[in-house]
C-alpha cells in the first residue's frame, strides 16, 4: 500500500480502526491485534508474577475475554483508550487465575500477587512512543506495529518520522538532512504517529499541538 493509499485509509478515522475491524468479526483485525498485543499482555501477566506456563494459559484466557467483550469498547468517553481497556480486562484475569490458585500457588520469586499486579501500571499516556520511553511496557507492541506499517510510507518520510519521534532530534535538523522543510518533517511525524495509533487501535490521532512539535 503507497502513502496516498495510508493517507485515505487514516482518514476514515475509526471506520478502519483494528478495533472496529474486531468488532466487525475480522479475522485479519483479529490476527493483527494478537500479532501486535500477544507479546505485552503475556508480560503483564509475568510481571504479575505467573510462572510462563501459567502466564500462556492466561493470555488466552485474557484474549478471549477480550473477543467476548470487545463490542462493548467505546472510544467516546474522555480518557478512554484501548490500551486502558485491555490493561483492565488483563488484571481481572491475572486476579481472578490467582484467586482460582489460592495461597498454596506463590508469585515467581515468593513476591505477593497482589503487589506483583499493582507494580504493572495501566498505561496513562495517549502517546504510545513517550509511553514506551518512559516504562518499556509498549516496547514490544509499538515496535510490532511500526514494523507492520513501515511499507505504507516513502522512504523519506518515514526517516523523518524515525528521526523527530524516535531519535528525537530538532525538525530543522532533520529538514536540513533529509531535504525537506521544517513543516513537511513536522507532517511526516504526525501521519506516521497517526497510523500508529490507528494499528494499536486507540484513535483520535495527535492533536494540533503535537503536530507542530
Not at 486502558?84 to 484467586?99: E, H, M, S, T, Y
Not at 525538525?171 to 531535504?179: F, Q, R, S, T, Y
Request: with cysteine; charged share 25%.
Amino acid at each position: 500500500m503507497g502513502e496516498a493509499d495510508c493517507q485515505g485509509r487514516s482518514s476514515l478515522s475509526t471506520a478502519t480502526s483494528l478495533i472496529w475491524g474486531i468488532q466487525q468479526g475480522q479475522a485479519e483485525s483479529w490476527e493483527r491485534f494478537v500479532d501486535i498485543y500477544s507479546l505485552m499482555v503475556y508480560g503483564w501477566c509475568r510481571r504479575a508474577g505467573l510462572r510462563p506456563a501459567d502466564a500462556s494459559d492466561v493470555l488466552q484466557d485474557i484474549f478471549a475475554r477480550v473477543a467476548e467483550k470487545i463490542a462493548q469498547f467505546r472510544k467516546d468517553q474522555p480518557g478512554s483508550s484501548f490500551r486502558g481497556w485491555l490493561w483492565r480486562v488483563a488484571q481481572n484475569k491475572i486476579r481472578d487465575f490467582f484467586r482460582a490458585a489460592g495461597p498454596e500457588l506463590p508469585a515467581v520469586g515468593g513476591t505477593d500477587a497482589h503487589q506483583r499486579l499493582e507494580s504493572v501500571a495501566e498505561p496513562q499516556s495517549s502517546e504510545p512512543l513517550r509511553e514506551e520511553s518512559k516504562t518499556g511496557i509498549w516496547t514490544g507492541a509499538v515496535r510490532r506495529a511500526l514494523s507492520l506499517i513501515q511499507a505504507e510510507f516513502e522512504p523519506k518520510t518515514w526517516q523523518a518520522f524515525w528521526r523527530t519521534a524516535v531519535e528525537e532530534a530538532k525538525p530543522a535538523d532533520v529538514a536540513e538532512e533529509l531535504g525537506m522543510s521544517p513543516g513537511a518533517v513536522r507532517q511526516a511525524k504526525y501521519k506516521v504517529l497517526r497510523r500508529l495509533r490507528l494499528e494499536l487501535g486507540d484513535l483520535p490521532g495527535p492533536s494540533p499541538t503535537e503536530q507542530k512539535r
